[in-house]
Structure formats: structure tokens, C-alpha cells
């Protein structure tokens, strides 16, 4: 995959447009999707929650351009400085204030616990894009606790629509107040020319802190008790592809997104854009693109990944 990596994007069209990434809410690590081609990419990477950004500093050099912001991204044009709640985990510290009383019901809710407010300074993202001479965005990631799709769509529409992949972390149940929620997501971006190419939901067990520690001792014993109950579902991990319906799209944007829908494993749309992109440009890598698409789905059948739709299929035999 490496070799095939560097063949596309050493193309002349990536020289002065490399693939352009946004990562708000960084504090956890990198994205672990970019890492292979990350040595061609510009990362833009946001956070203010400074607790667990040093590792940024770390990783420089594993981008062709990295620019570190330790501030908050404000869907506001007037930047200033804000009220922003830093909780018991900085992974949930947010520039929304924690629902602690529609928490309670749930295990997690000591995570969201404010331990103090603090003002911190924003940023906007239109702006820093211009700021930077950067006109174009590829790929688009945010975990900003709440605000997903209003930093999303502070983007203006000539940049947004032409973003090739796109990843939220919205809420399901209220963790914070007047935040934004994974059905708004789902309902602006499969309306704007995005098609969700998957969904990982996560949450906590529906039993409130203080009752589980009391009830279920500690330390190793806990935990596994913990990790054993059944979760109800709390927010999602959702990522969106372009749909490529857009006739503005060059053999640059066609050539990455078959780049994208491959590492993430939709070799089937793959396949779609590598033939599109030769009907449309008539250029031979998009053959080559194309033959090794086939070559991955036709992998997928040897590797038995049919076998659950089989299992499904006899089980519902059964069960008629």
C-alpha cells in the first residue's frame, strides 16, 4: 500500500496541492487514518485543552506541514475569548456546559464533572484557512464536544463541498447543553452530497456512578464488571464520503478520494471513482486504479467476509 501511496500522490497535480487535513479536538493523538500518507499532507490541528496536547510536539515530522493551534474553534467570525468547561477528563472538557443532571443516570457521568472554568482565546476556521492561503480542504475531523456540524458548516460552501471525507463525533444522549446532536448531522450532510460510509456507536452503562462503585467493590474486579455490562448507546463516530456528483471534481480529487475509499475499506466506491475518473480523464493510473480495486473486492470474497450475510439469511429460513 505504501508504494501504491507514494505513486499517487508524488502525481505533478499533488506538487502544489497536497492533501489538506483538519483534525479540532486533537488531544487524544493524530489521526491513526493519516499516518501512511501523512509525510504529503498539511495537517491544520486544533485543541485547547492543553492537558494532553504536548504529543503534538512529538510528531512533527510525520507531515509535510503541520500547524498547531492551542485554542478553541469558535463557529463566531469575531474571534475573541470564551467560557470554556474543562471536566475530569479533558477528552469531554467543552465550550458547552456538561448536562450534569441528564448525566447522572449513566456511568460515565463522572467523566463530564466540570473542575473549573477558564477563558480561553478562539479562533475561526474560515479565518485561519485564509490566513494560511489555504483554499481547499480534503479531509475534515472534529470531536469538539457539541459543536460538530456548526464548525463544519463555518466553513464556506465553496471549500465544504469539495471535502472528500468528513468525520463527527455527535452526541445521542444530552451530554451537554444545546449541543449538536448525530440526527442534525445526518439529516445536513446526506442532504448536501455526502453519503455515510460508517457508523460506530459508543456509550455507557444506564446505572448511575455512585450506585455501580457501591454495589460492585473495586479495582480489577470493577472494571471488568464495568467493561462487561451492556452500553446504551451515547454518541457516534460518523464518517461521510463525497459522493463525487459534482462535475467540479478534477482527476486531483478523483484520484484522492480513490486514495480515501480505499484505506477506508469501501473498495466497491474505490472501484466506482477509479472508473469514472478514466471516462472522465482518460488517464491510465485510473485503469491501473481500477484493476486493483477489483483485485481487493475480489480478496474480500476469498477472505469469507460473506459469511455473515449467509448466517443471517439461514437464520431467518429458521426462524419462518
Not at 120 to 127: D, N, S, Y
Amino acid at each position: 500500500m505504501h508504494n501504491l501511496i507514494d505513486r499517487i500522490l508524488t502525481q505533478k497535480v499533488f506538487a502544489d496541492k497536497p492533501p489538506v487535513l483538519i483534525d479540532i479536538g486533537a488531544s487524544e493523538r493524530l489521526h491513526h487514518k493519516w499516518k501512511k500518507f501523512a509525510k504529503y499532507a498539511i495537517c491544520l490541528a486544533f485543541d485547547a485543552d492543553e492537558r494532553d496536547f504536548q504529543f503534538i510536539e512529538k510528531k512533527q515530522s510525520g507531515f509535510r506541514k503541520l500547524y498547531i493551534y492551542n485554542s478553541i474553534v469558535h463557529d463566531k467570525e469575531e474571534e475573541g475569548r470564551v467560557k470554556f468547561y474543562l471536566t475530569t477528563s479533558p477528552y469531554c472538557s467543552s465550550i458547552l456546559e456538561p448536562d450534569v443532571e441528564k448525566l447522572k443516570p449513566y456511568i460515565g457521568s463522572p467523566l463530564f464533572e466540570p473542575i473549573k472554568t477558564v477563558e480561553l482565546k478562539t479562533v475561526h476556521l474560515q479565518r485561519v484557512l485564509n490566513e494560511l492561503h489555504i483554499e481547499y480542504v480534503d479531509w475534515f475531523k472534529t470531536d469538539s464536544q457539541g459543536i460538530d456540524l456548526r464548525l463544519f458548516t463555518s466553513i464556506h460552501e465553496s471549500i465544504r463541498d469539495k471535502i472528500l471525507v468528513a468525520e463527527f463525533e455527535p452526541g445521542i444522549i444530552d451530554a451537554y447543553k444545546g449541543e449538536d446532536k448525530l440526527s442534525s448531522i445526518l439529516e445536513y450532510m446526506i442532504s448536501h452530497h455526502f453519503w455515510l460510509s460508517d457508523m460506530r456507536i459508543k456509550g455507557f452503562s444506564r446505572i448511575p456512578w455512585q450506585l455501580f462503585h457501591s454495589n460492585f467493590g473495586k479495582g480489577i474486579y470493577q472494571k471488568l464488571v464495568k467493561e462487561s455490562m451492556k452500553k446504551a448507546p451515547g454518541w457516534g463516530e460518523l464518517t461521510f464520503i463525497n459522493d463525487f456528483e459534482s462535475a467540479a471534481f478534477s482527476e486531483r480529487e478523483y484520484m484522492l478520494g480513490w486514495l480515501f475509499a480505499s484505506l477506508e475499506h469501501h473498495h466497491s466506491f474505490a472501484f466506482t471513482l477509479a472508473d469514472k475518473g478514466y471516462d472522465r480523464f482518460h488517464m491510465e493510473i485510473f485503469k491501473e486504479l481500477k484493476i486493483i480495486s477489483k483485485e481487493r473486492i475480489k480478496r474480500e470474497v476469498l477472505a469469507f467476509k460473506f459469511i455473515p450475510a449467509v448466517m443471517n439469511k439461514i437464520k431467518k429460513l429458521l426462524n419462518k
